[in-house]
């Protein structure tokens, strides 16, 4: 990049070295020879001989600028412009950090880490930790059956559950789970320690038996 530019600076330098000789040339081309009337004998017209040894005075030179020069001075600084855009975007993208994309987790992975988070149950405060475990197990819910459970009530949840091919017994206790969180959450219900360390047991329980296995042939 750096030779481009001083490449374009000379070939600058010699086209206005050229601008510069030509306004030279166009001075004015010298005036024919003066002539001076000889007094012709016996009465004849008089005739004229030509000068050589004498010549006019060259006309001055006109002062200022050749337009033509602003022209090429503004195709040069226009073509500096254009390199020193094409070298600063490539310097810009040499130095920017490329971006790494992590691949999104398992659903089961994503809520046993979620719930290894919530197994010191006596640290936590009974709202918190029924909001964290609520959340976890609906986006596990919209992970593994496609169903939208962050965005959906209790009510409206558990229809669509019916519908989605959990064990019997797995949905009654997820039911009485979410029974359970709801008014801890948004009537300021006091949570029981011990039925909070059930209720962490079975949602446990819960995403390891829903989990589909590699011996049944799922993915």
């Not at 060259?58 to 602003?70: K, M, S, T, V, Y």
């Not at 310097?91 to 719930?115: H, Q």
């Not at 936590?124 to 919209?142: E, T």
């Not at 992970?143 to 017994?169: F, H, Q, V, W």
């Amino acid at each position: 990049m750096g030779r481009t530019l001083l490449l374009l600076l000379i070939c600058c330098s010699f086209c206005l070295c050229g601008v510069s000789a030509s306004a030279q040339d166009k001075q004015a081309e010298p005036a024919p020879p003066r002539t001076t009337p000889q007094a012709a004998d016996d009465g004849q017209a008089a005739q004229t001989v030509p000068m050589a040894d004498i010549h006019d005075i060259r006309p001055p030179e006109p002062a200022g600028f050749d337009p033509a020069i602003l022209w090429y001075l503004a195709g040069a600084v226009a073509a500096l412009a254009f390199l020193a855009g094409l070298f600063y975007g490539w310097k810009r993208r040499k130095r920017s950090p490329r971006m790494t994309v992590t691949p999104a987790l398992p659903p089961e992975t994503e809520a046993i880490n979620g719930l290894n988070a919530l197994s010191d149950v006596q640290a936590i405060d009974g709202k918190d930790f029924y909001f964290r475990l609520s959340a976890i197990l609906r986006r596990y819910i919209a992970g593994r059956y496609g169903i939208n459970a962050p965005e959906m009530t209790t009510e409206e949840l558990l229809p669509k559950l019916d519908k989605a091919g959990p064990e019997r017994s797995l949905l009654q206790s997820l039911k009485s789970l979410f029974h359970t969180a709801d008014p801890v959450k948004f009537a300021g219900q006091y949570a029981v320690t011990g039925q909070m360390e059930s209720d962490l047991v079975f949602a446990r329980k819960f995403v390891e038996q829903t989990t589909p296995s590699p011996e049944n042939g799922e993915a």
